[in-house]
């Protein structure tokens, strides 16, 4: 049997994993706080006909040997967590993260991290995610709030209706990793912790390393159409080229079958 065949069919089904990151990609174009992700790939094991360097029998050295790669395999899915744009949305419970850092929030027992800042208030008052996943710590607004203020580091204000009373005071905290490409992702905007990733490391806004927070501003996806679009091209004309090797490959062995002595 050809080699070629299994070759070319692990190049289709690398190439077939490219185009659905890139597929994932621009489908969350619009996602808040999205991240997109970048697909690895590396080579298989070759088989060797001759090693480099081995011994001649006139007592020289091979300076290069006969290696055939058996094809690829996908390595990894890693999420490029570049910056991504800003819109400003008027929204006073709209936050966004400038640098580095993520926020924390409690679903059921867990907790999980998102750079969406698209917050609003639960039936209690507290800061909570769309979903109803609170904000850590959680910050709870009384019923008489008009307004409030998030200062860049991370200080929230809650004002009454009397001359601008204050009438809370509250920290925002950031959280950061060792590795956040090593986070999972469950879905929702949402990060869950790994061995990977490492223990999280928690933080005041614009101190030790850690990105400021703006109000009425939201971070959208990192995603460029652009960049996709072009991956997808390459990743397809691949596709395409990997398939014409199988093809060719199966050809030569028909060719093979059809020999008559």
Do not use: H
Request: charge should be negative.
């Amino acid at each position: 049997m050809l080699r070629g065949l299994w070759t070319a069919a692990t190049g289709m089904i690398s190439q077939q994993l490219t185009i659905d990151v890139c597929a994932n990609n621009l489908s969350n174009v619009s996602t808040t706080g999205f991240k997109k992700s970048r697909s690895n790939f590396q080579d298989l094991m070759y088989q060797t006909a001759q090693t480099p360097g081995a011994t001649t029998s006139n007592g020289g050295t091979v300076p290069v040997g006969i290696q055939c790669g058996m094809g690829s395999r996908p390595s990894s899915t890693q999420k490029i967590y570049s910056q991504g744009d800003y819109e400003s949305t008027g929204n006073e419970l709209d936050f966004a993260i400038e640098g580095k850092g993520f926020f924390k929030v409690l679903r059921g027992d867990e907790e999980l991290y998102t750079r969406a800042g698209n917050f609003t208030l639960d039936s209690e008052g507290y800061i909570c995610t769309s979903s109803g996943d609170r904000l850590q710590p959680e910050i709870s607004l009384p019923e008489e709030t008009t307004s409030i203020s998030l200062q860049a580091d991370g200080t929230l204000t809650a004002f009454g209706d009397s001359g601008g009373e204050e009438l809370i005071t509250s920290d925002v905290l950031l959280y950061s990793f060792m590795n956040p490409a090593g986070l999972y992702s469950v879905g929702g905007n949402l990060l869950r912790v790994t061995e990977a990733s490492g223990e999280e490391i928690e933080g005041t806004p614009g101190s030790d390393g850690f990105g400021t927070v703006a109000n009425q501003m939201l971070e959208m996806s990192n995603v460029s159409v652009v960049e996709e679009m072009v991956a997808m091209i390459v990743g397809q004309r691949a596709y395409e080229a990997t398939s014409k090797a199988l093809q060719t490959a199966d050809s030569m062995l028909q060719m093979a079958n059809n020999v008559k002595r």
